[in-house]
């Protein structure tokens, strides 16, 4: 079946300027995960969706960061007014709603920010 | 706070090998560890997923281990090819993934 899809694969933008990245979990799956992966700071988690419980919001690095998951399907990560310290790899993961289940990731969003 | 440190940090080694990635980790409070590896510029490919009530599992030339009283993981490598070349992240899963610093590896013909 269908994997984890992302969109844009690539996205270059302005710093001060918003940008939208998508994530298309594969279906069925009711978890879904934000990471992001810089050159300075590894792989970081950012934010976790799991059903219809309040996410986990304990990786957002700022307020200017939000994420959304609308019917319980496709999620979509804001950041506003960028900053050149955003550019990184954006990463997104699902897996079937149990603990010991393993996490399936797309293959992720490259931000720029000039 | 979790801290997940992988060693070495690098490796190069001739083909045909046999290899040791190391995992170690602070809370052994955790629902699985997963090895992933990824290519230059390329998503993450898991590779092999152990529960925490598990010692091992196997896929094909990787084997890999799990002691969580020591706080470790070992991925084994056998018979390493170039296409191994990769890097290879450990990962603590806690509800959400902890990631490791990472292994760069390069198998050379």
């Known amino acids: 079946g269908a994997g984890v899809s992302q969109s844009p694969s690539n996205k270059v933008t302005e710093k001060g300027k918003d940008v939208e990245l998508r994530c298309d979990p594969i279906?069925?799956?009711?978890?879904l995960y934000w990471y992001r992966q810089s050159l300075g700071q590894g792989l970081e988690f950012l934010i976790y969706?799991?059903?219809?419980?309040?996410?986990?919001k304990s990786g957002l690095p700022s307020d200017r960061f939000s994420a959304e998951r609308t019917g319980g399907s496709v999620s979509t990560l804001t950041i506003q007014r960028t900053q050149q310290e955003d550019s990184a790899v954006y990463l997104c993961?699902?897996?079937?709603?149990?603990?010991?289940?393993?996490?399936?990731f797309g293959p992720g969003t490259r931000l720029t920010v000039l | 706070k979790q801290e997940v440190t992988q060693i070495p940090a690098a490796l190069s080694v001739p083909e045909g090998e046999n290899l040791v990635l190391n995992c170690s980790f602070t809370?052994?409070?955790?629902?699985?560890l997963q090895w992933f590896r990824q290519d230059p510029g390329k998503g993450l490919t898991s590779l092999l997923l152990?529960?925490?009530?598990?010692r091992e599992q196997t896929s094909g030339r990787l084997n890999a281990s799990l002691d969580k009283s020591s706080g470790r993981s070992t991925l084994y490598i056998a018979a390493s090819q170039p296409g191994d070349s990769a890097t290879y992240l450990c990962?603590?899963?806690?509800?959400?993934?902890?990631f490791g610093t990472g292994t760069r590896l390069q198998v050379f013909p």
């Open positions: 993961a699902s897996k079937p709603g149990q603990a010991y289940n393993e996490q399936f």
């Open positions: 279906s069925g799956h009711t978890a």
């Open positions: 969706f799991q059903g219809n419980s309040a996410p986990d």
């Open positions: 809370d052994s409070a955790i629902y699985n």
């Open positions: 152990i529960q925490s009530s598990q």
């Open positions: 990962a603590l899963d806690t509800d959400k993934l902890i």
